[in-house]
């Protein structure tokens, strides 16, 4: 059975950083895409970045791009978020998720299994 378990969320103030952790169980984590997903209140859960099964290959979204990086480590089947210069935009419950195959995608519905989620909240 697989398992994408987050850890690292919290409260922080603008300005800070956070670094979020996905430990994968029950696949062979290095022949999955991985990527970290936000929803925030009434919003849809969108993609805000993409790492492939290598970790040649980022992608990230216009809103986190140049705060955000996305990393991965195959020896330990963890996948990471740092996030810098958060924003109380930023607030929201991350999700990682998993997608068989080399090619990254942040379309929500080519992923395969996800974890159940940690809250970040920034404060302004």
């Known amino acids: 059975q697989v398992h994408l378990v987050e850890s690292g969320g919290g409260l922080v103030q603008a300005g800070d950083s956070l670094r979020l952790s996905c430990a994968a169980s029950g696949l062979t984590f290095s022949t999955y895409c991985m990527g970290w997903f936000r929803q925030a209140p009434e919003k849809e859960r969108e993609c805000v970045a993409a790492i492939s099964w290598s970790g040649s290959s980022t992608a990230y979204a216009d809103s986190v791009k140049g705060r955000f990086t996305i990393s991965r480590d195959n020896a330990k089947n963890t996948v990471y978020l740092h996030m810098n210069s958060l924003k109380p935009d930023d607030t929201a419950v991350y999700y990682c998720?998993?997608?068989?195959?080399?090619?990254?995608?942040?379309?929500?519905?080519?992923?395969?299994?996800w974890g159940q989620g940690t809250q970040v909240t920034v404060s302004s």
């Open positions: 998720a998993a997608r068989r195959g080399p090619a990254l995608s942040g379309l929500r519905s080519l992923y395969n299994y």
